[in-house]
């Protein structure tokens, strides 16, 4: 990784590593990674030179990264090339990143959960009672995360790291009511 220090690539390695292991292509975690750590936007041209990725492999993960909302085009003057950044504020970024997951992953999980749940509901077969119990289980389990996903992102960023932070405190006082 060219004109980075070691804890900048090491940082950005293990961002892709992590991208990977969340199901994000490797490169495109790389470089949200080292457009986040970057002072100022980078184009095309920097990001491939300073992380060693091919040209055409970084105008994809930056699509990628521009439809997931975490980074943008930026315009510097006297310059017709398009550079990019990332969001700068962490709070901001984790939220942009939730809310996409959600969108993507937890909605239409919801909606199939939902259908199976109404086929399910249709029979009257005992043999598939418990088949039933789990499926309305998992399907409660979903609908209560995604409330709750709800309730926290109408927050104030502000308040929801306040939120955030008070886990331990919110954790014992609902652990003394429940006693």
């Known amino acids: 990784m060219k004109g980075l220090p070691p804890f900048a690539q090491h940082f950005i390695l293990h961002w892709g590593e992590m991208g990977a292991r969340w199901g994000i ?5 790389q470089i949200q990674a080292l457009l986040f750590i970057s002072e100022t936007p980078l184009n095309a041209e920097e990001i491939c030179e300073r992380l060693g990725v091919a040209r055409s492999n970084v105008s994809n993960s930056l699509k990628e990264l521009q439809n ?5 085009v930026v315009h510097l003057p006297g310059d017709r090339r398009d550079h990019f950044e990332s969001i700068r504020d962490v709070h901001e970024l984790f939220r942009v990143i939730a809310a996409e997951r959600k969108r993507r992953e937890i909605d239409p999980t ?11 509901g249709a029979t009257d077969d005992p043999a598939d009672a418990y088949a039933k119990e789990q499926l309305e289980s998992l399907l409660g389990f979903f609908e209560l995360v995604s409330e709750f996903y709800e309730k ?3 927050l104030p960023t502000k308040s929801a790291v306040h ?10 006082s609902i652990v003394s009511l429940v006693k």
Do not use: H, P, S
Request: net charge positive.
């Open 25 to 29: 292509n490797r490169t495109v975690a």
């Open 68 to 72: 997931w909302g975490i980074a943008k």
């Open 110 to 120: 919801l909606v199939r959960l939902r259908a199976c749940a109404k086929e399910a």
């Open 152 to 154: 926290m992102n109408r």
């Open 163 to 172: 939120a955030i932070r008070m886990g331990d405190k919110i954790a014992k």
